[in-house]
């Protein structure tokens, strides 16, 4: 049981004992003291003076008189500060928990809950390699995944591959037309990359191909369209030319971006790429094999990748393999009155009632759209597990998709629809702005992952730590320790929901809110630990005097851990567990460095007393477990030595 617990369960005990009211453990609120108070935790009293019939000072004096007397082993002393009811924590409970817990590598774990959870992260592309962006998603996914493990939950890692689609076969025609029979053997290009710059080659002639199209719109020359579409590109080109239009750049270049989109359609190797994508829903035999052959690639380059970044998955789910579950939903949905369909045989739902839209589920030719197939996903998934929750790792450009998939599924009875459970998470961006994959202008995950451990070798050499004892081998290790560390701590310190730049130079410094700075501060101690060397009896070892502040300061906040991965989970959020390491780090470097006339007060190996190593030694022990654990959370290794 943590402290707060234990306050709590004391308080509601007091409260029963004096003012025979029943409250719950849940109506005590108690925060950290603020510091110009004596005390370590607060209880705010104004909630209980309705039955106490006393003044706030009045009522919080009873309150601690009873605490003390009842409880000295927990709350030795206190002081009130209008409604507010300051307790001084016994040091005797400290030291305890230090001697309790200080072996402890699995700190914060908590015991199994029965509960299940399926985490969809990564979610790639066919069509190109790992990016930037998707490097925020997997860190995310996986670190969700360690923290919801460390509360109790058994969880599920599944991967929910796009591996099929008009982008994959832009890959595909650009293969044919200009790859001359070029493999990742024959290149020595990794498989993914030599995908993806294929997918750019297309996009390429698809941009040379418009420009004469476009040309001929913006003279309002129609011949390459007909129809409706016609209609459209002429309401465009008359806004285009209106002056309150030529006035508004913003306005301007959206119609623009219209007109470029219809254009590119109309190039025919957009044509050629529509037909190969009917070629592959029918199932066309050549098609096919060219197909398996390049997502083939892509695979192998994605597993090289995933185990450089030491991200897993449990399950693997492929598009090709779900895109047409839905339709049995919908068949059900048809039946079942929730669902209609229009004129052109297309089926909707109709969400206007819930401030929502009409949303297409089947188009009139009977082909699926996403939310189709995310519908018999959602069943499949939860077919294969039963899980209670279904966490979605996506960026927030698909918020309103997944509020709507929830509630079809609500519609439809879904038993899986009340776990449904979008991560959100704002785009990543670098110091240059945003990166755009038709231009080719994506920062691919493989190179971010070579100049981060580049720079972790330039700075760890800059920084003019001794080397010397180190082997090629553990060099090597230390720089991607280091640099993969910082860039996972950089992304997952901001709360997932903003958006952020990422800046390689500042994630690595050994100074700053990063990653090294944490992983510093354990190879410190654990550098501390082998000087010292082992201790005879200090398991068994119980400091019975008082705590000096420091040390009592290490050890509240190494006991506040489960509660910061509690609120982890309730957040949905890793920043929460980043922000606490960074702290953790920051207080142990006080506690190292602070001196007196020179001389170190927290001393382990000039410690005043033999009793006084000891405590010093478990209390840096603990420190050193809490922080590899808080970093494991985050997929983070820590080096011994640095």
């Given at each position: 049981m943590s402290v707060v617990q234990s306050i709590r369960t004391a308080a509601v005990a007091a409260i029963q004992s004096l003012y025979g009211q029943q409250v719950t453990e849940g109506d005590?609120?108690?925060?950290?003291?603020?510091?110009?108070?004596?005390?370590?935790?607060?209880?705010?009293?104004?909630?209980?003076?309705?039955?106490?019939?006393?003044?706030?000072?009045?009522?919080?004096?009873?309150?601690?008189?009873?605490?003390?007397?009842?409880?000295?082993?927990?709350?030795?002393?206190?002081?009130?500060?209008?409604?507010?009811?300051?307790?001084?924590?016994?040091?005797?409970?400290?030291?305890?928990f230090v001697q309790q817990h200080y072996t402890n590598r699995n700190i914060g774990v908590q015991p199994a809950n029965g509960k299940k959870v399926m985490v969809e992260y990564s979610s790639p592309n066919t069509n190109k390699p790992l990016h930037l962006g998707h490097l925020r998603n997997n860190f995310l996914g996986y670190s969700i995944s360690e923290i919801l493990k460390a509360n109790g939950f058994e969880v599920i890692k599944a991967n929910l591959v796009n591996d099929r689609g008009i982008h994959i076969c832009k890959s595909m025609l650009a293969w044919q037309l200009f790859a001359h029979g070029d493999t990742p053997a024959s290149t020595g290009i990794k498989g993914d990359h030599?995908?993806?710059?294929?997918?750019?080659?297309?996009?390429?002639?698809?941009?040379?191909?418009?420009?004469?199209?476009?040309?001929?719109?913006?003279?309002?020359?129609?011949?390459?369209?007909?129809?409706?579409e016609t209609e459209k590109l002429e309401k465009l080109?008359?806004?285009?030319?209106?002056?309150?239009?030529?006035?508004?750049?913003?306005?301007?270049?959206?119609?623009?971006?219209?007109?470029?989109?219809?254009?590119?359609?109309?190039?025919?190797?957009?044509?050629?790429?529509?037909?190969?994508?009917?070629?592959?829903?029918?199932?066309?035999?050549?098609?096919?094999?060219l197909w398996a052959t390049m997502n083939g690639w892509v695979y192998e380059g994605f597993n090289q990748t995933y185990k450089a970044l030491g991200i897993d998955f449990d399950k693997m789910y492929y598009e090709s393999e779900t895109y047409l579950l839905?339709?049995?939903?919908?068949?059900?949905?048809?039946?079942?009155?929730?669902?209609?369909?229009?004129?052109?045989?297309?089926?909707?739902?109709?969400?206007?009632?819930?401030?929502?839209?009409?949303?297409?589920?089947?188009?009139?030719?009977?082909?699926?759209?996403?939310?189709?197939?995310?519908?018999?996903?959602?069943?499949?998934?939860?077919?294969d597990y039963h899980m209670d929750e279904s966490i979605h790792v996506v960026a927030d450009e698909q918020n309103y998709h997944f509020k709507v998939l929830q509630l079809i599924l609500e519609k439809l009875g879904e038993p899986s629809a009340p776990g449904i459970h979008h991560l959100?998470?704002?785009?990543?961006?670098?110091?240059?702005?945003?990166?755009?994959?038709?231009?080719?202008?994506?920062?691919?995950?493989?190179?971010?992952?070579?100049?981060?451990?580049?720079?972790?070798?330039?700075?760890?050499?800059?920084?003019?730590?001794?080397?010397?004892?180190?082997?090629?081998?553990?060099?090597?290790?230390?720089?991607?320790?280091?640099?993969?560390?910082?860039?996972?701590?950089?992304?997952?310190?901001?709360?997932?929901?903003?958006?952020?730049?990422?800046?390689?130079?500042?994630?690595?410094?050994?100074?700053?809110?990063?990653?090294?700075?944490i992983q510093y501060a354990y190879a410190r101690i654990r550098s501390i630990l082998r000087e010292v060397g082992p201790v005879a009896d200090l398991e068994t070892f119980r400091y019975q005097g008082e705590l000096l502040p420091l040390e009592k300061e290490l050890i509240i906040l190494n006991e506040q851990f489960p509660g910061i991965l509690a609120d982890a989970y309730k957040e949905m959020s890793p920043a929460v567990v980043a922000n606490y390491a960074f702290q953790l780090a920051q207080l142990f470097n006080s506690f190292y460095a602070e001196?007196?006339?020179?001389?170190?007060?927290?001393?382990?190996?000039?410690?005043?007393?033999?009793?006084?190593?000891?405590?010093?030694?478990?209390?840096?022990?603990?420190t050193a477990h809490t922080i590899a654990q808080s970093m494991k959370m985050l997929g983070i290794r820590v080096p011994e030595r640095m």
């Open positions: 005590i609120s108690i925060n950290i003291t603020k510091p110009e108070f004596e005390g370590e935790y607060t209880i705010v009293v104004f909630p209980f003076t309705k039955f106490s019939r006393q003044k706030p000072e009045e009522t919080g004096q009873r309150i601690g008189d009873h605490l003390v007397a009842h409880h000295p082993e927990l709350i030795v002393r206190f002081n009130v500060v209008k409604g507010f009811l300051n307790l001084v924590i016994n040091d005797a409970y400290w030291t305890q030599l995908v993806g710059d294929y997918y750019v080659k297309f996009e390429s002639v698809v941009k040379e191909q418009a420009e004469p199209i476009i040309d001929r719109v913006l003279e309002s020359d129609f011949r390459d369209f007909e129809g409706a080109v008359n806004a285009l030319h209106k002056p309150e239009v030529k006035e508004d750049k913003e306005k301007a270049a959206k119609i623009m971006d219209d007109i470029k989109e219809l254009s590119r359609n109309k190039t025919e190797i957009m044509q050629q790429a529509k037909i190969m994508l009917q070629q592959w829903e029918a199932g066309n035999p050549e098609v096919r094999e839905g339709k049995d939903l919908v068949e059900d949905g048809l039946r079942k009155g929730v669902l209609f369909k229009k004129e052109d045989n297309s089926v909707w739902i109709d969400l206007t009632a819930d401030g929502l839209d009409e949303k297409l589920l089947l188009r009139g030719d009977g082909t699926s759209v996403y939310m189709t197939q995310d519908l018999g996903t959602a069943r499949l998934k939860y077919n959100s998470y704002g785009m990543v961006e670098l110091p240059h702005g945003r990166m755009k994959s038709r231009e080719g202008t994506v920062v691919d995950a493989d190179d971010m992952i070579v100049e981060m451990v580049n720079t972790a070798a330039e700075k760890t050499k800059e920084s003019g730590k001794k080397l010397t004892d180190f082997s090629d081998d553990e060099l090597q290790l230390l720089y991607e320790t280091v640099g993969l560390g910082a860039m996972k701590f950089f992304l997952l310190r901001v709360d997932p929901k903003k958006k952020m730049i990422f800046n390689p130079e500042e994630s690595i410094d050994l100074h700053g809110f990063t990653g090294p700075f001196k007196v006339d020179g001389v170190p007060t927290y001393s382990i190996l000039r410690a005043a007393s033999e009793e006084k190593k000891k405590l010093r030694l478990q209390i840096i022990t603990l």
